[in-house]
C-alpha cells in the first residue's frame, strides 16, 4: 500500500483505491478530481469520451465520501460497498437517465433517457461515480472505434493506431488513466477485442448474466454487458455489482450471482485448459502467436494441465455470427425511423410518412449501419430466410454443440482475443470482409452464449496482446482464476503506457 500512495490516483486499480478509501486515507472528491485532471491532460491525444459530466462526477464523489465517513464514524468499514466513490465511465449505449446517450450516432445525436440502465442503476446504487460516456463503433458495429460520428479514439501505446471496437472508448479510457473501470459491451467480441488493444482486462459474461435492459440492442440474441478493468480483481469486484436477475429484461438468468472475486486467487493447480487447435490455424500474427504460446506455458508452469481439443466449426463461427448479427440488427434498427426515435430531417414539413422515415435513417444511420441492415434485411427476406437465417440459426446449435464437447474435456479454452496487435489507422482494411476478419476467434463465445475474458498476456513488437478464455455456462469463476494467473505468470504486470508523458 505505502508504494501506490505516491503514485498516481488515476492510475491505481479499482481495488487499491477502494482499500485507500475505506482507511480513510483518501477521498473520492481527490480520486475523481485526479481522474477529470488526467482527463484535461490527455484527451486531446486520446479521445475516449464523448460526454464527461464534471459535476455529477464531482457531486457523485461528494456523496460517496459522505456515506464513507457515515460508515467509518459508526465503525463498519466492512458496510463500505466496494465500488462506493470510484470513477467509472459507461460506453455511449448504456442509458443513463439525463445524461445524453448518443450509441455515437447522428440517429440519436440528441437522446437524453428518462430512465437509466439496469446496469447504470446498479452501479449508481452500489455508489459508484459515473464520469461520463465512452466513444464506441456507431451502434456498436465494428472494430475500431472509428464509425463514431463524434471523433476518433486513439491507442493509448500509439497515437497512431486503433483502439479496437465498438468499446474503444471504454478500453482506451481505463488504459490512460481517464476512468478507473468501464461497463462496455460485447456482441461479437467488443468488450475483448479492444480490451486486448489497450493492454486491459475485459469480459464478455454468459448470456443472460448481466441485465441487457437500457443498453440500446444490436443482435438481442448476442448482447452482453461486461467490464473493462486494469485487472483481474477488478474484473470481479465489476462483475459482483452489474450481474443479477433483472425482470425488465426476458432474457436475464435467475441463477445466483456468486462472489467472483473468491476465485481470483485460487490458483490454476489441476485445472484443465483445452487449446482449440482450429484457433491456432493462419491468419495470426508471428508475435501473437509467440505470446499465446508463452502464457500457456508459464500456466503449465503454474500447474495447469494443457489440453489439445477440437473445434471442427468453428471456421463457420464468423459466417453464422455476421447472417445472424444482421438479421437481428436489420430488425432492431427498425425502430430508429424518426418518428418516435431518432433524428428527424430538416423541413419535413409536405412530406408523407415514407418520406420521412427514409429521409430520417437516410441521414441518420452510417454507411457500416446501413450496410448491416441491408444485408440483415436481406437473410430475412421472403426468398432467402430459410437458405440464409434458418441455415445460419441451425449452424449455430451445431457450433455451441461443438463448443459444449470441447468444454467437456477441459475447464476451459485459451486462445489468442485478437488475430493482431492494434493496427494503425492507415493500415485499416477498405474491404469490409477483412475487417470482420478481427472477429474471428471471439464471436464463437456469443453464439455459444458462454462466457470469455480478454487478460493481458504479453507484448508483440511493443504492444499489448490479450489471451481470450472461454468457459462452461455461468463459470465466470474458473475464467478470473485463470486470468489471474496468466497476469501472474506473463510479466505484463499492469504496464501503463506513456501517453501524454506521464506514466505512473
Ligand atoms: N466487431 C464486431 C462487429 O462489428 C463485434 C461488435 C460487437 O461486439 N458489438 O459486429
Redesign the pocket.
Given at each position: 500500500m505505502s508504494d501506490n500512495i505516491n503514485a498516481r490516483l488515476c492510475h491505481m486499480t479499482l481495488h487499491e483505491l477502494h482499500d485507500m478509501l475505506a482507511q480513510g486515507q483518501v477521498s473520492s472528491r481527490e480520486i475523481t478530481s485526479d481522474v477529470l485532471a488526467r482527463i484535461d491532460e490527455v484527451e486531446a491525444s486520446v479521445g475516449a469520451y464523448v460526454t464527461v459530466d464534471r459535476e455529477g462526477a464531482l457531486s457523485g464523489a461528494d456523496a460517496a465520501d459522505a456515506a464513507i465517513a457515515r460508515a467509518r464514524r459508526v465503525g463498519d468499514a466492512a458496510e463500505i460497498g466496494a465500488v462506493v466513490g470510484i470513477p467509472v465511465v459507461l460506453k455511449d449505449n448504456v442509458c443513463t437517465r439525463g445524461m445524453r446517450t448518443t450509441c455515437c450516432s447522428k440517429m440519436l445525436e440528441d437522446f437524453v433517457p428518462t430512465y437509466d440502465a439496469a446496469v447504470t442503476a446498479r452501479l449508481r446504487a452500489a455508489g459508484a461515480v459515473i464520469v461520463g460516456k465512452a466513444n464506441m463503433d456507431e451502434f456498436?458495429?465494428?472494430?475500431t472505434t472509428q464509425t463514431s460520428i463524434f471523433h476518433v479514439t486513439r491507442n493509448p501505446w500509439d497515437p497512431e493506431r486503433v483502439p479496437g471496437?465498438?468499446s474503444g472508448g471504454c478500453a482506451a479510457a481505463v488504459a490512460a488513466g481517464e476512468a478507473v473501470a468501464a461497463v462496455g459491451?460485447?456482441?461479437?467480441?467488443?468488450v475483448r477485442q479492444p480490451a486486448s488493444f489497450c493492454g486491459v482486462v475485459g469480459l464478455k459474461p454468459t448470456y443472460g448474466r448481466v441485465s441487457r435492459y437500457g443498453v440500446a440492442a444490436?443482435a438481442s440474441s448476442l448482447d452482453t454487458v461486461g467490464p473493462v478493468t486494469q485487472d483481474v480483481r477488478d474484473c470481479a469486484i465489476m462483475l459482483n455489482v452489474m450481474a443479477g436477475h433483472d425482470e425488465r429484461d426476458s432474457t436475464s438468468a435467475p441463477n445466483a450471482v456468486p462472489d467472483y472475486t473468491e476465485y481470483v486467487e485460487r490458483g490454476v493447480e489441476g485445472l484443465k485448459i483445452g487449446i482449440p487447435k482450429e484457433f491456432f490455424g493462419p491468419g495470426m500474427d508471428e508475435g501473437v502467436r509467440t505470446a499465446v504460446e508463452r502464457a500457456v506455458h508459464a500456466l503449465e508452469g503454474a500447474g495447469a494441465k494443457i489440453v489439445d481439443v477440437s473445434i471442427p466449426l468453428v471456421e463457420h463461427a464468423l459466417g453464422v455470427y455476421y447472417l445472424v448479427?444482421t438479421a437481428e440488427a436489420s430488425s432492431n434498427m427498425a425502430r430508429l425511423d424518426g418518428i418516435r426515435y431518432g433524428h428527424r430531417p430538416e423541413g419535413r414539413s409536405g412530406m408523407d410518412v415514407a418520406d420521412l422515415m427514409s429521409a430520417s435513417r437516410g441521414q441518420g444511420f452510417g454507411m457500416e449501419v446501413k450496410r448491416r441492415i441491408m444485408l440483415g434485411t436481406f437473410v430475412l427476406s421472403a426468398g432467402n430466410i430459410d437458405a440464409f437465417y434458418g441455415r445460419a440459426l441451425r449452424s449455430r446449435r451445431l457450433l455451441k454443440e461443438d463448443v459444449e464437447r470441447a468444454l467437456a474435456q477441459c475447464d476451459c479454452l485459451a486462445s489468442p482475443t485478437a488475430p493482431t496487435v492494434a493496427f494503425r489507422f492507415d493500415e485499416e482494411p477498405d474491404d469490409p470482409l477483412a475487417m470482420y476478419l478481427?472477429?474471428i476467434y471471439t464471436t464463437l463465445a456469443n453464439l455459444a452464449g458462454v462466457p470469455a475474458i480478454s487478460v493481458p498476456c504479453g507484448f508483440a513488437d511493443g504492444l499489448p496482446v490479450g489471451l481470450q478464455i472461454m468457459g462452461r455456462m455461468f463459470d465466470e469463476g474458473t475464467l478470473m482464476q485463470v486470468a489471474r494467473a496468466v497476469e501472474l505468470t506473463s510479466g505484463f504486470d499492469r504496464a501503463r503506457p506513456e501517453v501524454g508523458g506521464c506514466v505512473k
Open positions: 456498436a458495429m465494428g472494430s471496437g465498438s459491451s460485447d456482441t461479437g467480441g467488443s444490436f448479427a478481427q472477429d
